[in-house]
């Protein structure tokens, strides 16, 4: 499962050879390939919070500093 | 003197009192400076690890990039390698920590009980480095030149800034380091924010106008190209990326300093929306295009557009930041260089040298190599390009020897690994100094294939030899591996 979430963080990187080489449609008053790029950052760090709580090997304590 | 230098200086005493402020009375051995004591919690590891993403290479090549590329400067937003960071890194922090390793280097020669492979790691490690803190320092150059509106020259601002990184990595060590990244990162961030938002909204009316106006003016150069910085030479140079940036030498020190895994996976986590603040980089670049046009040297269109719109106070705020941009990457350069050469190259050559004497080698070391990125820098112009690409391409061969060491059952012995590496440098080196690309060392090939990162073949070249000679020494090394554990060590 967790394996499966990881491997979506690499549709941008494949992503952006097929479609989205383009400037519209602007989002966020972005175009659109720069958008999708940002857009996958946001994604990957939901990604890898949702794997951190799926994974067993977490260590107890908590060690903000 | 005027105000923007005043408040460069400012800036840069307070980050020098932090930094010798971080020592806190701790007592310096090796460990405790090289790596913090292994003591650092998941923001100071964020900030040491976000140092990296801002270096005056992101700052001012990411905006000289989008200003003078356009698309293809998007490349700077790579999310994969955190990804990767988040299996690679904490399994390497573990095994650190149970052999107390200090180093890249410690690592490979430990975990293939090769001491041979941990020199040639090291050797390479330094050769790659020493580039990059000269990159570090010319923009120092730039910067304060540009800021200080001329007043003080690039060879002053690069002495100036060198002694004061030199000193506090001398007295507090990564310490210092992790402290005055907090401040670093904190101005940056306000900094970059403040001038993305800020000169697209005065120029053009916002975002989209921006660049909609872009747009119109030059049709092309949004999008990637259909050759050169096409595609596949995107994809392929983010495939690099992510298998070359943890493998910077002074990467590892960082990772060892953390305290724990966790610190470690919750920046995978964080990481990728820190990203995001490059954006605001690549904004700055784009509202050059039209403002500033014809630079010849692009790396200054962020300064140059900045010293068109805003009051010298502030062009001081961004010259600082941009200071801190330089400086802070260069302290863990220095750092990670000095450790390698004392305990990695001079060690393995005196085996009796004493941990005390070791430990103020170390020290002289990093006044030995800040002045020879010195002498690279006042001396090496040009090349020194060539050669922080190599330095590049130079550390990602390093990946696959790392990778397959932490299988459970790793396929590669140390004959193997030191076959690879070095096959892969030769190839690196020749690719570089040859200025060949994929099209003319096969230029039968279909044009997306030949925009694929050179950067790939040399890789294929490791990989093959790796596996060929892995495959010749396997069954040797089980029948002798008992006197291989005690030649090690």
Redesign the interface.
Same mark, same amino acid.
């Given at each position: 499962m967790r394996k499966i979430l +990881?491997l979506l963080? @690499?549709i941008?990187?494949?992503g952006? @050879?097929i479609v989205i080489?383009?400037?519209e449609p602007?989002i966020?008053? +972005?175009?659109m =390939? *720069?958008a999708w790029?940002?857009f996958? @950052?946001?994604?990957?760090?939901i =990604?890898?919070?949702v794997?951190?709580k799926l994974?067993p090997?977490?260590?107890e304590?908590d060690?903000? *500093? | 003197m005027n105000i923007s230098l005043a408040i460069i200086f400012g800036f840069l005493l307070f980050s020098l009192y932090l930094g010798i402020r971080a020592r806190k009375g701790e007592k310096m051995d090796l460990e405790q400076w090289a790596v913090g004591g292994r003591k650092l919690g998941t923001v100071f590891v964020f900030f040491l690890l976000a140092g990296e993403a801002y270096t005056t290479f992101t700052f001012l090549g990411g905006s000289g990039f989008a200003y003078a590329a356009g698309g293809p400067s998007f490349y700077i937003f790579n999310a994969a390698y955190f990804v990767l960071s988040y299996w690679l890194l904490p399994p390497i922090w573990q095994y650190a920590k149970e052999h107390k390793l200090l180093s890249q280097s410690d690592f490979f020669a430990h975990k293939y009980k090769s001491t041979a492979l941990g020199v040639i790691v090291a050797i390479a490690g330094v050769i790659a480095m020493i580039p990059y803190i000269v990159l570090q320092l010319k923009g120092l150059g730039i910067i304060v030149s540009e800021a200080s509106y001329g007043a003080i020259s690039p060879t002053a601002a690069i002495w100036i800034g060198l002694i004061a990184v030199t000193t506090f990595v001398i007295i507090s060590g990564l310490n210092g380091s992790a402290w005055t990244a907090v401040l670093k990162d904190i101005l940056i961030l306000i900094v970059v924010i403040f001038i993305g938002t800020y000169l697209p909204y005065h120029y053009y009316g916002g975002f989209q106008a921006m660049f909609e106006a872009v747009h119109a003016a030059k049709p092309d150069f949004i999008t990637l190209p259909d050759a050169g910085l096409s595609t596949s030479w995107f994809v392929s140079t983010l495939v690099l990326w992510t298998f070359g940036v943890y493998m910077w030498p002074h990467i590892f020190p960082t990772i060892f300093a953390s305290k724990s895994k966790k610190a470690i996976k919750r920046n995978a986590i964080i990481m990728p929306l820190y990203q995001i603040v490059l954006v605001f980089v690549i904004f700055v670049g784009f509202a050059a295009v039209l403002q500033v046009p014809g630079l010849e040297n692009t790396d200054l269109a962020l300064f140059e557009l900045a010293k068109k719109t805003f009051d010298p106070w502030f062009v001081g705020v961004i010259g600082a930041a941009g200071i801190l941009a330089a400086l802070i990457p260069s302290s863990v350069l220095l750092l990670a260089s000095a450790t390698i050469i004392s305990k990695n190259i001079f060690k393995v050559v005196r085996p009796n040298t004493s941990d005390q004497a070791l430990n103020k080698l170390t020290r002289y070391l990093v006044v030995a190599v800040a002045l020879a990125s010195l002498f690279f820098t006042f001396n090496g112009a040009n090349t020194i390009v060539t050669l922080l690409l190599m330095g590049y391409s130079l550390v990602t061969q390093l990946f696959p020897a790392l990778f397959f060491s932490l299988l459970k059952r790793n396929p590669v012995t140390k004959q193997g690994a030191i076959a690879g590496i070095l096959t892969g440098i030769a190839a690196v080196a020749y690719i570089t100094i040859s200025g060949q690309t994929i099209g003319t060392i096969f230029p039968s090939l279909p044009q997306a294939l030949k925009d694929f990162d050179v950067g790939i073949i040399a890789l294929l070249v490791n990989l093959i030899f790796t596996f060929a000679v892995s495959a010749f020494t396997k069954d040797k090394n089980q029948n002798n591996g008992k006197v291989i554990n005690q030649s090690a060590s």
């Open positions: +990881m963080c @690499l941008p990187v494949v952006s @050879l080489n383009r400037v602007y966020f008053g +972005m175009p =390939i *720069l790029m940002v996958w @950052l946001v994604m990957t760090s =990604i890898m919070f794997v951190y994974d090997d977490k260590e304590g060690d903000a *500093l | -």
